[in-house]
């Protein structure tokens, strides 16, 4: 027989200052013209590339519009009601959904990349490592 492993509980507040500190990085990202880090360093839209412009497009009215930006940009709500309760759930179905949206994020990215969603950008050249490599190389 295993011994039972203890569980471990949020610090009370510690989701609230990982929400915070998400929203100023986030912030801070927007406002300096960086957007997504991911692409800004390889020059390759992320999985979740769109998210932020598919919200927009909803606050605005244009469902069709957000959804064709980001076709799961309408499961971020599930997922930040999931972080948020999910050590009040048992272990094997946390670990089933953070595994389940995972493998659902990376399908729809592959389709996007295969469609040549256009709104999945990939263009190595414009990224910032392969920029520094190039200015260095030719110092």
Not at 17 to 43: D, E, M, Q
Request: net charge positive.
């Amino acid at each position: 027989m295993m011994p039972e492993r203890k569980k471990t509980e949020r610090i009370p507040g510690r989701t609230f200052l990982f929400l915070l500190s998400a929203a100023c990085v986030y912030w801070i990202l927007t406002v300096s013209g960086i957007g997504c880090p991911i692409r800004f360093l390889t020059g390759i839209s992320c999985a979740g590339c769109g998210m932020t412009r598919a919200w927009l497009l909803l606050l605005r009215g244009d469902i069709a519009a957000a959804a064709a930006m980001h076709p799961l940009f309408l499961t971020v709500p599930a997922i930040l009601v999931f972080f948020l309760f999910e050590e009040r759930l048992p272990r094997r179905v946390v670990k089933r959904f953070w595994i389940s949206a995972a493998v659902l994020y990376a399908v729809v990215y592959l389709i996007r990349i295969l469609l040549q969603d256009p709104n999945v950008i990939i263009d190595i050249r414009s990224g910032f490592l392969f920029r520094a490599a190039d200015a260095l190389m030719h110092k």
